[in-house]
């Protein structure tokens, strides 16, 4: 293993997949790309493994994991799927979507990893590195974003080695992620109905197309990584909706409002939803005391964007 406090990095080659298969075998944490943000990734079906995700997080107890698979077979071993569930499956697998599903009774996870819900949230990531990396291995991973508990996405590999320290002995470093946002999650209830628990890359629009309207019902907890009120915080005060800045605040702009770094100065959401997190790391890193973000489209992928600032925002 790697000497304490160090982290290894590893080139997203057969030699440096290699050896993150052989840390994540031996119940220790790698960080991983996705198409989304950075994972880090620990063997799911083994308690120990996945209690090191929630001591290097900081990350509270009551708040579960997302298990990445590497196909259909290995998810369907995992969790209960039904006809809505195999439609999305069948749109967007692999991809940016998670799904919130009944846990089977014989699923061998780690208890920790569904916070003790008798649901699972289960993804098909699509990145090439994280696949490869899947199909070396014998077993699903448990991969929330890599970094503190409450803190800003990683979308690079220096992102998430800032924000663990060495507390996480290796990362695969393949450079910046495309989407920058995680990923979906939907709750697939018993009766046919869904929730839409998380915002991501896949609309609800996109969502709303395969499966009619959104039911409006939740369980009252905590289903989902990405529902507590305060998360991807940048360490600094948030202020939304900015058309005007004060001294002592950098401001993430977009379209005609340029601030100190615009996230799309031709206004398109997704480039910048890809470039959100790496805003929030600059600002964060900035001499700057607080942080003025210009108002953002409350539509499609915007809605991600929205639900992710307000939670930074939060007090």
Same mark, same amino acid.
């Given at each position: 293993m790697a000497r304490k406090n160090v982290t290894e990095q590893l080139q997203p080659n057969d030699a440096g997949l290699a050896r993150a298969a052989e840390i994540l075998v031996s119940g220790h944490l790698v960080?991983?790309?996705?198409?989304?943000?950075?994972?880090?990734? !620990?063997?799911? /079906?083994? $308690?120990? $493994?996945? $209690?090191?995700?929630?001591? !290097?997080?900081?990350?509270? =107890?009551?708040?579960? %994991? #997302?298990v990445h698979v590497k196909n259909l077979t290995q998810a369907e071993m995992l969790a209960r799927f039904d006809a809505n569930a195999r439609k999305l499956v069948e749109r967007f697998w692999p991809g940016p979507l998670t799904m919130v599903l009944p846990l089977r009774d014989d699923a061998g996870l780690a208890p920790a990893v569904s &916070?003790?819900?008798?649901? #699972? $949230?289960?993804?098909?990531? &699509?990145?090439?590195?994280?696949? &490869? @990396? %899947?199909? *070396? @291995? /014998?077993?699903? %991973?448990?991969?929330? +974003? !890599?970094?503190? =508990?409450? !803190?800003? +996405?990683?979308?690079?590999?220096e992102h998430a080695m800032a924000s663990l320290g060495g507390r996480c002995p290796a990362v695969v470093c393949d450079g910046a992620t495309d989407a920058g946002l995680e990923s979906t999650i939907v709750a697939l209830r018993d009766n046919?109905?869904? =929730? @839409?628990?998380?915002?991501?890359? #896949?609309?609800?629009?996109? %969502?709303?197309?395969? @499966?009619?309207?959104?039911?409006?019902?939740? +369980?009252g907890k905590v289903e989902s990584p990405g529902q507590l009120a305060k998360h991807y915080s940048p360490g600094k005060p948030v202020r939304l909706n900015a058309l005007q800045v004060a001294q002592d605040e950098f401001w993430i702009g977009f379209g005609e409002v340029e601030g100190d770094y615009n996230l799309s100065p031709i206004s398109d959401l997704n480039n910048a939803a890809a470039r959100l997190y790496g805003a929030l790391h600059l600002a964060g890193a900035s001499e700057k005391a607080c942080i003025a973000v210009a108002p953002i489209?409350?539509?499609? #992928?915007? *809605?991600?964007i929205n639900d992710r600032l307000s939670r930074a925002a939060a007090k």
């Open positions: 960080a991983v790309p996705t198409e989304t943000v950075y994972g880090l990734a !620990a063997r799911a /079906d083994a $308690a120990e $493994a996945v $209690a090191r995700i929630y001591a !290097a997080k900081g990350r509270p =107890s009551f708040n579960p %994991l #997302i &916070a003790g819900l008798p649901t #699972i $949230a289960l993804r098909q990531p &699509a990145h090439p590195t994280m696949r &490869a @990396l %899947l199909d *070396q @291995l /014998d077993f699903p %991973l448990a991969a929330p +974003s !890599a970094n503190r =508990s409450e !803190a800003v +996405s990683p979308t690079k590999p046919g109905a869904w =929730s @839409l628990l998380r915002p991501g890359p #896949i609309t609800k629009e996109q %969502l709303e197309a395969e @499966l009619g309207p959104e039911a409006k019902t939740t +369980s489209p409350d539509e499609g #992928i915007g *809605q991600a």
